[in-house]
């Protein structure tokens, strides 16, 4: 790295460059403790997660439902916003609407809508890498496993540590 206007000879302009890295380094080393502890004791409350789904959560689903019927996305948006109006001005829930209700909304919503109204092919039809899917999920622990086996195998370097960047 050049730097323009700065004497060739020892100089602390530079030092004060690096607090703000090394802040950074003691800020993610604290996070991936508390996230260890996090993790070692997780309880899943499986019962409790899904009392708390709402249909208001597929609403995003209600829209590519439109746009797989050939509606672009940005009216598709649209239309699922109206459809939750409408619930709401109904005082029902939005899975709750007809078919009949929806067609006010647009003319694409047929009796096969009803499918949107699924949680777990809510979550499965992500199966992209990074998706929610039960697929691309594992794919993503064995990528993590993958990294950390080849981070445990690969030997630390000389002068380098966990502490090495706080202790300067």
Not at 50 to 61: E, F, I, K, Y
Not at 71 to 94: D, I, N, Q, T, Y
């Amino acid at each position: 790295m050049t730097l323009k206007g700065l004497p060739s000879t020892y100089n602390k302009d530079l030092q004060e460059d690096k607090e703000a890295m090394f802040d950074c380094y003691d800020t993610v080393h604290a996070v991936l403790q508390v996230a260890t502890g996090v993790m070692s004791t997780l309880k899943i409350n499986t019962s409790a997660m899904q009392a708390a789904l709402s249909p208001d959560m597929l609403a995003t689903d209600l829209a590519y439902y439109l746009v797989r019927k050939g509606m672009p996305f940005r009216e598709a948006h649209g239309c699922s916003g109206k459809a939750v109006f409408l619930a709401e001005s109904k005082s029902v829930p939005l899975n709750q609407l007809t078919v009949e209700d929806l067609r006010t909304v647009s003319p694409l919503f047929g009796s096969d809508v009803a499918a949107v109204w699924d949680y777990g092919s809510s979550v499965e039809q992500y199966s992209a890498a990074g998706g929610t899917a039960r697929s691309s999920v594992m794919a993503q622990i064995q990528q993590l496993r993958d990294w950390l086996s080849s981070r445990r195998a690969t030997p630390a370097q000389t002068g380098t540590g966990p502490d090495t960047p706080s202790q300067m």
